[in-house]
């Protein structure tokens, strides 16, 4: 191997000023590759140097990718929020709508929040083709359900009236971790466009003559202003290479032993939990305490970005 050998460098005789030169760049080109000149031995790889776990974006195990929200990425939906974390983008949407589904019934109190979920085509580097039926595929269901009864535990609905909130998260370049991502990204359009309810809660326009009014339209229990209960965020974690990571990328979660997507709230409360073992390797509990340690200050981290930008 290369590693192993010891390198001749070739000189010109009487110009020590190019031997200098010559030696100092090949010195600087394999120290730069993770190898050192051992005395009498040439060069070798250094374990302190190069590791061959290491994560490919360089970060730590316990660190976050960088992430960049903007709100206001759009006008027409009441939230609008572009999440970038590393590599992975993600459009949220929250839409306000005065109704809410046929199966809610007169006398449940509040509104409803449902989300939809689904990867562009050009999201990765093959092309994702539409889904055949509907607007996402299988993955995609699952997921959608997961970021909606993650995002109604953020919220009192009974405080938003007779309202539908409509999540929609599009992912734009998919880089590991786009349902996490798409909680965070989710939970902040959420918040603005709570902000953007009316002050008074609408009343039905068509009552039958004498028929009572439903629950839902209730002036004493709407209360946009106190709806957003708690904080939310959400983070993958995952087990690669014996060595428990924060906030996987495409490259680790391929990888990972273990992989888990936690979502968590500002009250200490978890509201999902996923986890998942490759190659029937398991996890054990020991394990599963250090991963949902790290998801938490992983969790604890982002919200701290989220109140930040919500603040601005």
Known sequence: MLASRTIACQTFAGDALMRTSIFTSITSNFAAFGFARVFGMGWKITRNQYNPHMRTDGRANDQLRPIQIKRNF?????????????????WCTASITPD????????????????????????????????????????????????????????DLKKIGSHTIHIDCQVMQADGGTRTASICGAYVALVDAVRKLPREVPQPKFLALG???????????????????????????????????????????????????????AAGKFVEIQGSAENAGGFDRDQTNRMLDLAVAGCQQIMEIQRDSLAK
């Open 100 to 155: 809410v589904p046929p199966w809610f019934g007169d006398k449940k109190i509040g509104g409803w929040i449902t989300a939809d979920y689904v990867m562009l085509p050009g999201s990765t580097t093959r092309r994702k083709d539409w889904p055949k039926i509907g607007h996402t595929d299988s993955r995609g269901t699952e997921i959608q359900r997961l970021i909606g009864r993650t995002i109604r535990a953020a919220v």
């Open 74 to 90: 759009t006008e027409a939906a009441a939230g609008s929020v572009l999440w970038q974390q590393g590599k992975t983008i993600v």
């Open 211 to 265: 028929a009572p009014v439903p629950a839902r339209f209730d002036p004493t229990m709407y209360d946009p202003t106190r709806a957003i209960v708690t904080d939310l965020a959400g983070v993958s974690v995952g087990l690669i290479n014996g060595e428990i990571r924060l906030d996987l990328d495409y490259e680790d979660d391929s990888r990972a032993q273990v992989d888990m997507n936690v979502a968590y709230t």
